[in-house]
């Protein structure tokens, strides 16, 4: 299983990403993929996740991005997005993605890091 993060870049406050998560050696269908982020100085957490699509693919965001965030997966092409709008200087940070197969509790694969930026 590997997980590639891409995208990621300065943008000014308002503005927009999209960062993609591209994944290989694995069933996409099979996998909840989760957005997660490290600030420096700060405990990485959680951004957004989606379900397997065998669990129907319900998505969950946190409060802080809830509104501004989209995630969605695309499986033709074994990719998973997260649509970043609005941007604020507070989500300057590096995005993570990782993949959980269905039926374990924990994020076992992950992706290298692409760094977001926001200016003000």
């Known amino acids: 299983v590997q997980l590639q993060a891409s995208g990621g870049g300065l943008v000014q406050t308002g503005g927009s990403l999209r960062l993609s998560c591209a994944t290989s050696g694995m069933t996409l269908d099979y996998y909840a993929i989760a957005w997660f982020r490290q600030a420096p100085g700060k405990e990485r957490e959680l951004v957004a996740r989606?379900?397997?699509?065998?669990?129907?693919?319900?998505?969950y965001y946190e409060d802080f991005v809830k509104g501004r965030f989209t995630i969605s997966r695309d499986n033709a092409k074994n990719t998973v997005y997260l649509q970043m709008n609005s941007l604020k200087v507070a989500d300057t940070a590096v995005y993570y993605c990782a993949a959980r197969r269905i039926y374990e509790s924990t994020y076992n694969s992950w992706g290298q890091g692409t760094l977001v930026t926001v200016s003000s």
């Open positions: 989606i379900s397997s699509g065998i669990s129907g693919g319900t998505t």
